[in-house]
């Protein structure tokens, strides 16, 4: 069964970082494009950030442009969300995704096709 798994998540004070990691399971997603997403309490999952299949572009939201990056390993089938400059706002379950879009980076919930379980995120103040 294709997997996504997802860890690196916990808590950290405000301005500190975390590196979320990503690993494929049961199939390869090494061509496939990859996202993160992000859920807050009682808010929707939103877009966080979302790479090519061959890393060759990047796309992030507003809110955390220039804050975190997002790479991938292809040898080992991984996607990374590197996140600094942390705040209380950043406090979600954190969720990798693969597309089998790849023209294009896809930004949207309905362009993704397989999801990991999620990884808490919590940021205090």
């Known amino acids: 069964q294709a997997q996504l798994v997802e860890s690196g998540g916990g808590l950290v004070q405000a301005g500190g970082s975390l590196r979320l990691s990503c690993a494929a399971s049961g199939r390869t997603f090494r061509f496939y494009s990859k996202g993160w997403f992000r859920q807050a309490p009682g808010k929707e999952r939103e877009f966080v950030a979302a790479i090519t299949w061959n890393g060759g572009n990047t796309y992030y939201a507003d809110s955390v442009k220039g804050r975190f990056t997002i790479s991938r390993d292809n040898a080992l089938d991984t996607v990374a969300l590197q996140m600094n400059s942390l705040k209380p706002q950043d406090t979600a379950v954190y969720y990798c995704?693969?597309?089998?879009?790849?023209?294009?980076?896809?930004?949207?919930?309905?362009?993704?096709?397989?999801w990991g379980q999620g990884t808490q995120v919590a940021v205090s103040s």
């Open positions: 995704a693969a597309s089998q879009i790849t023209r294009v980076t896809p930004t949207t919930m309905r362009e993704y096709d397989y």
